[in-house]
């Protein structure tokens, strides 16, 4: 069945430094969308890949699905604490039109 | 506009015990799931229904656990009888069509078995 990779699973940075998270699936994707949970909270949905190397911004952040739509990326720049939680990318397959969940990537902030 | 409930909010059982979870998507959404996450792990698709019909059900332990949707609104969850492998939160999420759209969250039920 189709699985979804993420990396890192964790990743610490000190605040005003930039993360980067990549998402990999098994399979081509239909498209590809970015939830955040918060600790203790529910996921989030933050934005949509449809289109073959799209890149789309939002302020400090920077998605990006590939050109063979199988992997994607998230980019924060300069991070705040703000942007503690943990980032998850879920894929939609061709066809079953079923969406996967990655494994994650929590981000923790260092003041 | 109102987001999606769920109740209760937290629930702590013993094994062998039976426990339901309850959901209200956002008005008008057709498309509600049920998801399982695993603390550290990414939410994992227990059932998804189009309306009131079961749309896809392959990963749900039909065993144990048995879900329903009464007139294409709101929806219960239910495992009879929990295992310990059980705890885990459960999410509800609704969708005004499918899974090509984005999925609105409830904050989950915390569950606990011991």
């Known amino acids: 069945g189709q699985q979804v990779m993420q990396i890192p699973q964790y990743q610490h940075v000190q605040e005003g430094e930039d993360f980067t998270t990549y998402c990999n699936s098994s399979?081509?994707?239909?498209?590809i969308q970015w939830y955040k949970q918060r600790p203790g909270g529910h996921p989030v949905f933050l934005i949509q890949?449809?289109?073959?190397?799209e890149v789309k911004k939002q302020k400090r952040l920077t998605f990006q699905f590939g050109e063979a739509k199988k992997n994607s990326s998230l980019h924060i720049t300069a991070t705040q604490t703000t942007d503690v939680g943990t980032y998850f990318c879920?894929?939609?397959?061709?066809?079953?039109?079923?969406?996967?969940f990655g494994t994650g990537t929590r981000l923790t902030i260092i003041p | 506009e109102a987001g999606v409930a769920q109740s209760p909010r937290y629930k702590i059982i013993e094994k062998r015990q039976s426990v339901a979870f309850w959901c209200n998507p956002i008005?008008?959404?057709?498309?509600l799931y049920w998801y399982q996450q695993i603390l550290g792990q990414g939410p994992k698709l227990l059932i998804q229904?189009?309306?009131?019909?079961?749309?896809?059900d392959s990963q749900l332990p039909k065993d144990r656990f048995s879900a329903e949707r009464l007139k294409g609104v709101d929806s219960t969850l239910k495992i009879q009888p929990a295992k310990l492998e059980d705890s885990a939160v459960y999410l509800c999420?609704?969708?005004?069509?499918?899974?090509?759209?984005?999925?609105?969250f409830g904050s989950g039920t915390q569950l606990s078995v011991l």
């Open positions: 999420a609704s969708s005004r069509k499918g899974q090509a759209e984005k999925l609105f």
């Open positions: 399979t081509t994707l239909s498209n």
């Open positions: 890949l449809v289109k073959s190397g």
């Open positions: 879920a894929g939609l397959g061709f066809g079953n039109e079923k969406l996967t």
């Open positions: 008005s008008g959404h057709a498309t």
């Open positions: 229904f189009q309306n009131n019909g079961v749309v896809d």
